[in-house]
């Protein structure tokens, strides 16, 4: 690797002058400068480089800087770099005929927006004008996006400063076994008891007062928490029975993530309205959108969908996007990651946490996975305190500093860490992540108690 830490410290210096960083207070925050990546890595101007077990956050599905997907973005922008969404243009043409022939049953119209918040804002839009109604349903332990809907939609702290009754939403438990708020011993408990929950809320809320009811299909930054079979039928049968519209959110979980197309696919669901972002074009360039069921977009035949984007589309973007689906079929990246999941990871995960003290659970599937870390294996207290900061997440930041020590990059959020790597890693990139994981769970395991 070529260093040059003059660069790196001028990069570095603009950065703390003017650059305003997400979800931070910018005077404690120390970003790495990096100088470049490839594949599964990324490197400093130091000469550290990094297993990138994040995967950026958790959207560069096919890697950083695949060739075929920078060269389909040059020819792009060469051909034609931007133009109005008004118009049938070919990327964008393209784009959404391959994206429809993957999403589930009839979510056959694509709507195109900039990247996942948006994408959720505009699902919600169409769920409401759809059914005249105006409330929606979410979960806790979630995450659906930074803007303002979007954001109070949301299971978790970031939602709190933002806070409106005017956004409507009325949020409820979705199973979680590990930690289970219906005194559940079993999966079939947890399921029943999660979807009877549900069902006495939308009763208690009034059926006629609720639009949507949104779901991660696979909750992502919230844990990975793989809901049991039969919780995501029963949710869609709750929502027939009651007129509601369901809404998956798939911006993390879509686009190989899961070791399918869709995470739906696994559990044999068909929403009525599916987000999506980030792995639609591994991130390469913005992009998200909503894929929508034939009933709702009759809903708009005859009259105007009220809401736009000056890029919605962009041109860029989706030629990015059919150069990535068009990769991961060629190469076979979503059933990389199914199978590198089921033999590779999850085996040496569930290994790991035999060994470490501080491993509380394994859960995931494909290349979507998380250790939950804990003080103690019998009571599993979280090894930090819910949404904890400074001294009280030390711990955590122990963890994460010696596994990046060990030149591993890792997801970190509240007590767990997930293991959330390119869904075309190899398996000789999985195992050296492993072995620096092994080494800063030894860390993690000091703060664990008897
Ligand atoms: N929905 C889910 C499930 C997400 O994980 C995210 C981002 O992490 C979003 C929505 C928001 O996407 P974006 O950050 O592209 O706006």
Redesign the pocket.
């Known amino acids: 690797l070529e260093t040059d830490p003059q660069a790196g410290a001028a990069v570095k210096a603009a950065d703390r002058a003017h650059v305003f960083h997400s979800w931070s207070a910018q005077d404690l925050i120390d970003p790495l400068a990096v100088a470049g990546a490839q594949g599964s890595y990324f490197w400093d101007y130091d000469g550290n480089r990094y297993l990138d077990f994040t995967s950026g956050?958790v959207y560069t599905n096919i890697g950083y800087q695949h060739p075929k997907v920078v060269a389909a973005i040059q020819e792009q922008a060469a051909k034609l770099t931007t133009f109005a969404p008004a118009f049938a243009i070919e990327a964008r043409s393209e784009a959404a005929r391959l994206i429809a022939e993957r999403t589930p049953g009839d979510l056959d119209k694509i709507f195109f927006t900039n990247?996942?918040?948006d994408a959720?804002e505009h699902a919600v839009r169409m769920a409401r004008v759809h059914t005249g109604r105006t409330k929606v349903l979410s979960a806790y332990r979630s995450?659906?996006?930074?803007t303002q809907q979007?954001v109070n939609l949301t299971g978790d702290p970031r939602r709190w400063a933002s806070d409106s009754a005017a956004a409507g939403v009325v949020h409820f438990w979705a199973p979680f076994l590990y930690r289970t708020r219906f005194y559940a011993e079993t999966e079939e408990q947890e399921t029943a008891r999660a979807l009877e929950h549900l069902e006495t809320t939308i009763v208690f809320e009034g059926p006629a007062t609720i639009a949507a009811l949104i779901l991660?299909t696979i909750p992502?930054?919230a844990g990975i928490m793989v809901p049991p079979p039969g919780y995501l039928p029963g949710v869609r049968e709750l929502c027939d029975k009651y007129g509601i519209v369901l809404i998956l959110?798939e911006?993390?979980a879509g686009f190989g993530r899961t070791g399918e197309w869709f995470a739906a696919d696994l559990f044999g669901v068909v929403p009525d309205l599916m987000?999506f972002?980030?792995g639609v074009n591994s991130g390469y360039v913005p992009l998200?959108g909503v894929a929508i069921s034939g009933a709702i977009a009759e809903t708009f035949a005859k009259r105007p969908y009220p809401g736009g984007l000056t890029y919605s589309g962009h041109p860029l973007a989706c030629a990015a996007a059919v150069a990535t689906i068009g990769v991961m079929a060629e190469e076979g990246v979503v059933e990389n990651a199914k199978r590198l999941g089921a033999d590779v990871v999850g085996p040496a995960l569930r290994e790991l946490a035999e060994r470490h003290p501080s491993v509380g659970e394994v859960r995931g599937t494909g290349m979507f996975w998380a250790l939950e870390l804990v003080r103690n294996k019998e009571t599993r207290e979280p090894l930090v305190p819910y949404n904890a900061a400074g001294e009280a997440n030390a711990p955590m930041a122990a963890f994460a500093a010696a596994a990046k020590k060990n030149g591993l990059w890792p997801f970190v959020n509240m007590n767990r860490t997930h293991v959330v790597p390119p869904c075309n890693v190899t398996e000789e990139e999985l195992k050296e992540g492993f072995a620096a994981l092994d080494a800063a769970l030894s860390v993690a395991d000091e703060h664990t108690v008897e």
């Open positions: 956050l990247a996942g918040a959720v995450y659906h996006g930074g979007a991660e992502g930054t959110d911006v993390m987000t972002a980030k998200g």
